[in-house]
């Protein structure tokens, strides 16, 4: 079975920083592809970040804030967010395993397997 344990979640005002983990079992960490997902109220869950083969792709509007970044050795993946705003209020969730995909164009894809953590809450205040 795979099983995902996501942390860190929490209430915090703009301009303040949080980092998120997600504790994998039941798959070979370090061969698989891992994402972070978020959903905010009344929106679709969008990808926020993904890492594999030592490559990271990231959100637009959270791209130089936010780092993704792996502890193979604890089997655990890490969302570092800093510079908050209260648009990244939202249900974080990671993803493992999923399909990554490098094209010719130069741009790359993560399409979520069904593996996924419980969530937790990201409240950023003004």
């Known amino acids: 079975q795979v099983q995902l344990v996501e942390s860190g979640g929490g209430l915090v005002q703009a301009g303040g920083s949080l980092r998120l983990s997600c504790a994998a079992s039941?798959?070979?960490?370090?061969?698989?592809?891992m994402g972070w997902y978020r959903q905010a109220p009344g929106k679709q869950r969008e990808l926020v970040a993904w890492?594999?083969?030592?490559?990271?792709n990231y959100l637009d509007s959270v791209k130089g804030r936010f780092t993704i970044s792996r502890d193979n050795a604890k089997n655990t993946v890490y969302l570092q967010m800093n510079s908050l705003t209260p648009d990244d209020t939202a249900a974080y969730y990671c993803?493992?395993?999923?399909?990554?995909?490098?094209?010719?164009?130069?741009?790359?894809?993560?399409?979520?397997?069904?593996?996924w953590g419980q969530g937790t809450q990201v409240t950023v205040s003004s």
């Open positions: 890492s594999s083969g030592g490559l990271t």
């Open positions: 993803n493992a395993g999923g399909s990554s995909a490098y094209y010719a164009s130069g741009t790359y894809s993560y399409t979520a397997s069904a593996y």
């Open positions: 039941g798959i070979t960490f370090s061969d698989n592809a």
